[in-house]
């Protein structure tokens, strides 16, 4: 069984960074994609970014939403087990609970970023990100 554990999360001024980290555990995840998503109150869940496994076939590609593009950047350490959200220039309205979320499967979920969820097999339990001055 794989455990996902998000940090990193808390309080930010908007403009400012934030770097959340996803530890696996269990289960070696290196050919897995790995997804992080958020839900801010009263909305529903949301793709943010994904990234595909390293092997060649899937070549750790990357994905991400419209509305973050240019401001985070996914990335993995396999070696770490580890999968982090760089998250700059912040604005309120990335507050959210973020949750990572890993696929059996190799490469990220097909379509919209919004409905990458149905796809994932294993949660962590999230971390807060509030912005705010």
């Known amino acids: 069984q794989l455990q996902l554990v998000e940090s990193g999360g808390g309080l930010v001024q908007p403009g400012g960074s934030l770097k959340l980290s996803c530890v696996a555990s269990g289960i070696t995840w290196d050919y897995y994609a790995v997804g992080w998503f958020r839900q801010a109150p009263g909305k529903e869940r949301e793709g943010v970014s994904c990234i595909s496994s390293s092997i060649p076939t899937s070549d750790g590609m990357t994905y991400y939403a419209d509305s973050v593009k240019g401001r985070f950047t996914i990335s993995r350490d396999n070696a770490k087990n580890t999968v982090y959200l760089q998250m700059n220039s912040l604005t309120p309205e990335d507050a959210a609970v973020y949750y990572c979320?890993?696929?059996?499967?190799?490469?990220?979920?097909?379509?919209?970023?919004?409905?990458?969820?149905?796809?994932?097999?294993?949660w962590g339990v999230g971390t807060l990100v509030t912005v705010s001055s």
């Open positions: 979320a890993a696929d059996i499967t190799p490469t990220c979920p097909p379509g919209r970023p919004a409905i990458w969820h149905y796809a994932m097999d294993y």
